[in-house]
């Protein structure tokens, strides 16, 4: 630097962000009217219908929390990403880029001090409904508000959530060349991906053994940003094990969003940094946006094409005709995605490039999947790595500390290959098999089987017989307040037999089933001619027991049990 | 001293500026005229820092002014379209650049504001063309920069808006030295006003130097021969351009005065005249050289 050039002896980074924060003042004013009203209004004007209750956090109905937490959640997303769009529109606009960018800032102050702005200005009306529930919650300590932790924690949470919104449009934003193809990438690559996702999950049903509709929103949250934060924000909210609003129990969470912010904001800043000035007004500054969001549509594309074509040819889409018509819908989305990108057919033979890349991915995801994904259709866990697991199989809920028959049913399953996907043409009685692992790490692990009996009767078998299983029925039956109990049975024509007994007597019921049900073997598998049974206490409301087991009528001492009991006509 | 070294800009395979070369003195009056697209505007946004040139450098003294705050600081750019904030007006305007550019002196802004009659308080998405021009005018000029390149600077501006304006200009040059940088289209106003001048076509620079200068470099000749010489005969000069009448001979040729009048006089024509040129006809010949004119435009 020569002597000759003065330094300015203001921050122009600081007073961009004050000019920008003090232009969005009515912005402000009017987000902060909004979140008033919903905190502290909405709970000053129904403060008589909130339930007291001193001894636990979790009512019925959502709390203030909740609520505060899911609409702000929400709507702070939604207006940091307007907010962002807003505040860098300047970039699509030739006069209005020459004057930002002229400004004696650095390419990173600019970037930041708008940024930053937009983040503040949905960010202070945000602290300030936060703010009014801590004050509330001081005043009405008794009222179920949430506590300091839970509500600071929701805050920051809240906070992180914008962030990683923020970071994640501002990479579009950058990328983009002007305002209509900002909302063309972005709405279109967070429709794709999810649709891809969709269609992930729905490949992976069909040909992908073990898959379980339970791993679809796994699927979702690995491949879309979006879906991640907002599902993991109502994992967050909801929380299991008394984890709700806890950050130490959703610290994975909590540093995944960390870091994706800050990647998405580096990357911003990086690319923003090399922007091209001059790119402004055409359809994209960086092209490899545009590339991912063809890309995808074409995926997306070729597969409704492949649906239908393969839906009126009553074949599955991985068949000939399923994947031949791939190939066209691909191209043909790819090439209208280009057509409106390029604003006509200038860049044709990129689009079918881009088509056939389109087609090449998805065949490179079918082939995955049909591979096994990875292990995924192999994986088993180590015994010592579950916490629990729920089996659900013929009928029956399994929650069994003791992971071995579970282990041992999964690993029969994949080693005698005896998982079907069609449900026709089979000979072999099959039943479906729901197998969730409750992992030491925190994670969860799902599974679900479409099994032969006859290859896994035997093991299937162990599971529903595991001692752990009745053990926790008597359990349940003791705990139950009331020592007098309704039972209700329903046989396999749902014809009800109710009745009324002890405690004493059903747990003399569930000792009785229990042997009959070693006794009677692994025949209760293949599920014939067996009868269904729903037994419960409700003698006072919300204090019942549910559980159904499957039985023949040659459980004869079940059966013996069961007539001592009182019957209800009804 | 602002000087461009090699400067080279592409836009999509196009050249907009092609190893473009100059100096320009601190304290004088600079103008850039050339054809349309000829890259006057991009080189004024390769001076403030909008573009990143892709070969070559911009700067003052040797500086980079791209990313470079401290010499940004230095230099405000007006464009040939105004742009304010949103919602804005005059006064929120000021504000904002008071808080941008360190040498933003309110006294000068409220001064210009006597000059030219604007409310500061009215929204200036309700001003007409010349208004805003007036207005972006006020903000640029209150920011005292050291230099102030102006893009179209007339634009929009009635008569004694111009007058107004070019003793504006005038006067910050002599009381605070700014350099100031002009692109137009308006040759007469930009030769009343500049002391420098550079002619741009095709993004390379075809000429350059001070008014007199660039005017002088090109000379009109007629002359009459008993015998008409061949176009050959006159392979010595520099010529724009030739044209033939009977036994006259029309010449534009480049170069200095007195080694023209001596080889054409060497030639012993019957009658011989040079004639001096405008810088506007100068400029018609040079773009018609390089053929840009109204007959190869229009074929």
């Known amino acids: 630097m020569t002597s000759r050039v003065l330094k300015n002896k203001l921050n122009p980074t600081f007073g961009l962000f004050k000019s920008t924060v003090r232009k969005n003042l009515g912005v402000i004013v009017l987000l902060a009217v909004g979140v008033l009203i919903l905190c502290p209004g909405l709970f000053l004007t129904t403060l008589s219908h909130i339930k007291v209750k001193p001894d636990g956090f979790r009512p019925e109905s959502p709390t203030y929390l909740d609520i505060l937490f899911g609409v702000c959640g929400f709507a702070s997303a939604v207006f940091v990403a307007v907010g962002n769009f807003i505040s860098f529109s300047f970039l699509y606009k030739k006069n209005s880029s020459d004057v930002f960018h002229s400004l004696p800032l650095t390419r990173t102050g600019l970037f930041v001090s708008r940024a930053a702005a937009s983040f503040v200005t949905v960010a202070i009306p945000l602290t300030l409904g936060y703010a009014s529930l801590l004050a509330l919650t001081a005043f009405y300590p008794t009222y179920l508000l949430g506590t300091f932790a839970q509500i600071l924690s929701a805050y920051l949470v809240n906070l992180l959530c914008m962030l990683f919104v923020s970071g994640f449009t501002l990479i579009f934003i950058v990328c983009a060349g002007s305002t209509f193809d900002l909302i063309i990438s972005f709405a279109g690559f967070n429709a794709a991906i999810s649709v891809v996702g969709l269609i992930i999950a729905n490949l992976s049903s069909g040909y992908l053994s073990g898959y379980s509709a339970e791993n679809t929103g796994s699927i979702l949250k690995a491949i879309s940003p979006m879906a991640y934060c907002a599902a993991s924000a109502v994992e967050f909210a909801l929380g299991g094990a008394g984890n709700a609003y806890s950050i130490s129990g959703n610290i994975g969470f909590i540093l995944i969003t960390l870091g994706g912010s800050a990647a998405f904001i580096i990357a911003s800043i990086l690319l923003f940094g090399h922007r091209k000035t001059e790119r402004g007004g055409q359809a994209y500054a960086y092209k490899f946006i545009y590339v991912i969001c063809s890309i995808l549509a074409g995926i997306c594309g070729g597969y409704i094409l492949s649906t239908i074509f393969s839906l009126a040819g009553d074949e599955k889409p991985v068949s000939y005709l399923g994947v031949i018509s791939f190939i066209p819908g691909a191209l043909l989305t790819v090439t209208v995605y280009g057509a409106v990108t390029e604003r006509g057919f200038k860049k044709f033979k990129k689009s079918l490039v881009y088509g056939a890349v389109s087609a090449a991915a998805y065949f490179v995801i079918l082939a995955v999947i049909m591979s096994g994904a990875f292990g995924f259709s192999t994986r088993v866990p180590e015994k010592n790595d579950v916490s629990y697991v729920e089996i659900i199989c013929a009928g029956t809920v399994l929650n069994l500390d003791d992971s071995t028959p579970a282990i041992a049913l999964h690993k029969a399953i994949i080693d005698k290959d005896a998982n079907d996907f069609e449900e026709s043409d089979l000979t072999a009685p099959h039943n479906g098999v729901n197998i969730h692992y409750q992992l030491k790490n925190g994670r969860e692990m799902f599974r679900e089987y479409y099994a032969d009996m006859d290859k896994v009767g035997d093991e299937m078998f162990a599971a529903l017989n595991a001692g752990e299983r009745f053990d926790d029925y008597l359990k349940a039956v003791e705990k139950l307040n009331s020592d007098s109990v309704e039972i209700d049975v329903y046989d396999y024509n749902n014809e009800p037999y109710n009745c009324i007994g002890t405690k004493k007597q059903l747990k003399e019921f569930i000792k009785a089933y229990r042997e009959d049900f070693a006794r009677h073997g692994k025949k209760i598998v293949y599920g014939q001619d067996t009868v269904s049974v729903t037994v419960y206490s409700k003698q006072t409301e919300g204090d019942e027991y549910v559980f159904e087991i499957a039985m023949t009528d040659d459980f004869t001492e079940t059966l013996s049990v069961l007539g001592g009991f009182k019957r209800i006509e009804y | ?299």
């Open chain 2, 1 to 299: 001293m602002l000087t461009a070294l090699n400067v080279t800009k592409t836009f999509d395979g196009t050249k907009a500026l092609d190893n473009v070369c100059f100096n320009i003195e601190d304290g004088c009056v600079y103008g850039l005229v050339g054809s349309n697209g000829s890259g006057k505007s991009t080189l004024l946004r390769l001076i403030s820092g909008v573009y990143k040139p892709d070969g070559g450098t911009v700067g003052v003294d040797g500086v980079a002014t791209f990313n470079n705050p401290a010499l940004k600081n230095e230099i405000a750019f007006l464009g040939d379209t105004p742009y304010f904030l949103p919602q804005s007006n005059l006064k929120e305007m000021a504000h904002f650049y008071g808080s941008m550019y360190s040498g933003f002196d309110t006294d000068t802004y409220r001064r210009l504001l006597t000059v030219f009659p604007l409310d500061e308080n009215a929204r200036l998405s309700t001003f007409s063309k010349g208004m805003a021009r007036q207005a972006a005018l006020i903000l640029m000029l209150s920011c005292r920069p050291r230099y102030l390149l102006l893009d179209e600077a007339f634009d929009g501006l009635d008569v004694v808006m111009r007058k107004t304006l070019s003793n504006i200009i005038i006067e910050y040059t002599q009381k605070y030295s700014t350099t100031v940088i002009i692109a137009s289209h308006n040759l007469r106003e930009i030769e009343d006003m500049c002391d420098h001048i550079s002619l741009l076509h095709g993004g390379r620079l075809i000429t350059s130097g001070g008014i007199d200068e660039v005017r002088e470099k090109v000379h009109k000749i007629q002359a009459a021969f008993e015998t008409v010489p061949s176009d050959d005969a006159f392979s010595g000069l520099d010529v724009m351009k030739i044209e033939r009448s009977g036994s006259v001979i029309q010449l534009v040729v480049r170069g200095d005065k007195e080694r023209i009048t001596g080889y054409v006089e060497a030639m012993s024509p019957k009658f011989f005249e040079c004639i001096d040129v405008s810088l506007e006809e100068a400029f018609i010949y040079e773009l018609e050289v390089l053929g840009y004119d109204v007959k190869s435009i229009e074929e």
